[in-house]
């Protein structure tokens, strides 16, 4: 498609979209009365308007029947986890008993590194992508030192090459292939929350199979963002948080995903819970576990109803959404929205380069030679909602469920008013 900047245009996009109807079902915060232009639905996803009835359902039931809802209100409590499971399922590609939904992601990593990072003196180390996000480079440290390994020879990060803003799958394949035997864990972001990198999640998963390791994603930037099939590419564990593409509200509950070959292995060691114990005898209070025979075995705790209430509304609007439509409106919206940057890059007097590679997501990264800071903060005081990461990096993430192709045409505006401002000051 040949992409103008004129208005008409992205207007003539945005009556075009099959989606539109969608943006209504969201709540778009203001600034001086009007709609701001939101691209951080990969740092936190908007409010479903139907997310506060959900929430109301709840605490009325708490309200009229107390500790009877638990059995007796229309969505009983015990059992309310696993109406999300069926729909995360859908989204990341899995078989419904490998999801279940728990605690947040950070915490699920490390529940799930107990049965997946086994380490033994031959076969010890932990391949990941270098300067993965904070949490997981801090929860692989600490696992690795609890085992009494030396992060500096049990961590293998695999570097981009020098100059070069993206990882290459040839790169990333060959370290596996390298450390071969030794590797006891390949564990990565699926999506990197930096430069916005979809990784080959497919054939890294393959290649560390064929050399005995376990495979788990973190899907923070993943699952909402772009298509996934955790079941068929053999992926044997995964976790997500909620609150990003999936609109379910900040610091809200995490998902995993477990593949089928792991449940009802008594081999596999676990941290335990009683939520975790078959729902036939939880009530029973029997000194013994008994694991349900999906991925609930994982639950430690009683789910925290108030919260998934909220990822319950966010989960049905995805439900009704063919996912087909919502990659294609993606793909449209990141072009056109890299058409506007790269030709406000083209007239700027300092360097404006998206690093985000083709093989992408919502998100786009974008490195500003100069001005950066001023510009970001232009931008958030003209009612154009990004974010930015030290030193010189902007990320925009247009999201198809809920942004609009004016959203971008915004965003190219104040762009260019910030850096002509930040070059004058
Ligand atoms: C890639 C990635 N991993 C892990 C986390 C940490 O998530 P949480 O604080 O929910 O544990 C984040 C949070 O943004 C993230 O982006």
């Known amino acids: 498609m040949n992409f103008s900047n004129q208005l008409d245009f992205a207007l003539e996009l945005d009556a075009s979209d099959p989606l539109k109807s969608y943006r209504d079902l969201f709540h778009i915060p203001r600034h001086h009365g009007a709609e701001v232009a939101y691209f951080t639905g990969n740092s936190l996803g908007l409010q479903p308007k139907s997310a506060r009835a959900y929430v109301e359902r709840v605490m009325k039931d708490w309200e009229t029947m107390a500790v009877e809802g638990h059995f007796y209100s229309k969505e009983p409590w015990w059992e309310y986890h696993e109406k999300l499971a069926a729909p995360l399922a859908s989204l990341v590609g899995a078989k419904i008993p490998e999801v279940s939904v728990m605690n947040t992601l950070t915490v699920n990593l490390h529940f799930l590194m107990v049965s997946f990072y086994r380490p033994s003196p031959k076969r010890f180390k932990i391949l990941c992508e270098e300067k993965a996000f904070p949490s997981d480079q801090y929860m692989l440290q600490s696992q690795v030192k609890f085992h009494g390994y030396d992060p500096e020879t049990a961590i293998v990060t695999v570097k981009k090459r020098p100059g070069e803003n993206v990882w290459r799958e040839e790169d990333l394949l060959e370290a596996i292939e390298s450390?071969?035997?030794?590797?006891?864990?390949?564990?990565?972001?699926?999506?990197?929350?930096?430069?916005?990198?979809?990784?080959?999640?497919?054939?890294?998963?393959?290649?560390?199979?064929?050399?005995?390791?376990?495979?788990?994603?973190?899907?923070?930037?993943?699952?909402?963002?772009?298509?996934?099939?955790?079941?068929?590419?053999?992926?044997?564990?995964?976790?997500?948080?909620?609150?990003?593409?999936?609109?379910?509200?900040?610091?809200?509950?995490?998902?995993?995903?477990?593949?089928?070959?792991y449940l009802n292995r008594t081999d596999l060691p676990r941290f335990e819970g009683w939520w975790g114990t078959d729902k036939g005898l939880r009530f029973k209070m029997e000194p013994n576990f008994t694991p349900m025979d999906n991925a609930d075995a994982w639950q430690v705790s009683n789910a925290p109803i108030l919260a998934m209430a909220p990822f319950l509304a966010s989960l049905d609007i995805f439900k009704s959404v063919p996912p087909e439509e919502l990659w294609t409106k993606q793909s449209l919206?990141?072009?056109?929205?890299?058409?506007?940057?790269?030709?406000?890059?083209?007239?700027?007097?300092?360097d404006i380069i998206i690093l985000t590679p083709e093989h992408r997501g919502s998100q786009l990264s974008v490195y500003f030679q100069e001005h950066g800071r001023a510009i970001f903060d232009y931008l958030m005081s003209h009612g154009v909602v990004t974010d930015w990461r030290e030193p010189n990096v902007m990320r925009f993430a247009p999201v198809p469920l809920y942004n609009s192709f004016k959203d971008i045409h915004t965003l190219g505006k104040r762009l260019e008013e910030g850096i002509n401002k930040a070059i004058l000051t």
Not at 191 to 216: C, D, L, R
Not at 337 to 348: D, L
């Open 179 to 261: 450390h071969g035997d030794t590797l006891a864990l390949v564990l990565m972001g699926g999506v990197n929350y930096y430069n916005g990198q979809v990784f080959p999640m497919e054939s890294i998963t393959a290649k560390a199979k064929e050399h005995g390791a376990f495979v788990g994603w973190d899907l923070a930037h993943a699952v909402g963002n772009v298509p996934l099939q955790l079941h068929d590419w053999g992926v044997d564990f995964a976790s997500w948080c909620s609150y990003k593409y999936l609109n379910s509200g900040p610091g809200n509950a995490a998902a995993i995903y477990i593949n089928e070959q």
């Open 333 to 350: 919206l990141v072009s056109y929205m890299s058409f506007i940057i790269e030709s406000i890059a083209a007239r700027a007097p300092f």
